[in-house]
């Protein structure tokens, strides 16, 4: 039984995750002004809701009950947009972040579970994610360099 929860607490954790994720790239979209950089954010958070929406179908073919309340309990904070300015960090910085988190606690799901079918699910969500947050780091590098040369000149 113990096992049991800790297994529901990763899924928990997981999903928790992954909606900050997602939430922190529609953050990073909604300051940009280039309609490049904003599809870029946009396909980012798609990316992590369909993380999400995978996991949680896969948990409703497994009979594993999240429970109601899980669905119910929002971060409402987190979801608004208009605390953007307030944040000390940038939100592409932060989302940067949360996808290193998301993968630990994914790699921690994939530990604890015993299920063949989720655990190629769980790696290959792994492996999207660091291929994701290699680009990630690339584009931020990028931005960065950018705001260095607009600055000097």
């Known amino acids: 039984m113990s096992h049991n929860k800790e297994l529901i607490e990763l899924y928990h954790m997981t999903l928790n995750q992954c ?9 990073s ?3 940009e002004h280039l309609p490049e950089y904003k599809r870029f954010f946009n396909l980012q958070a798609t990316i992590r809701n369909r993380i999400y929406n ?18 119910q309990n ?11 300015l307030s944040e000390k ?10 996808d290193e988190v998301l993968i630990e606690h ?20 792994i492996d999207k994610l660091k291929n994701s947050l290699k680009t990630n780091r690339m584009y931020e590098q990028h931005t960065y360099n950018l ?4 600055k000097v000149s």
């Open 54 to 71: 995978d996991i949680i179908t896969n948990l409703h073919g497994a009979d594993i009950d999240l429970g109601t309340s899980f669905y």
């Open 29 to 31: 979209a909604e300051k």
């Open 106 to 125: 994914v790699s921690r799901l994939l530990n604890a579970i015993q299920n063949i079918e989720i655990e190629d699910l769980l790696l290959r969500f």
């Open 147 to 150: 705001d260095r040369e607009k």
């Open 74 to 84: 929002h971060n409402r904070e987190e979801i608004m947009i208009a605390s953007l």
């Open 19 to 27: 909606r900050s994720s997602k939430v922190a790239y529609l953050k």
């Open 89 to 98: 960090q940038n939100a592409f910085s932060k989302s940067i972040g949360l």
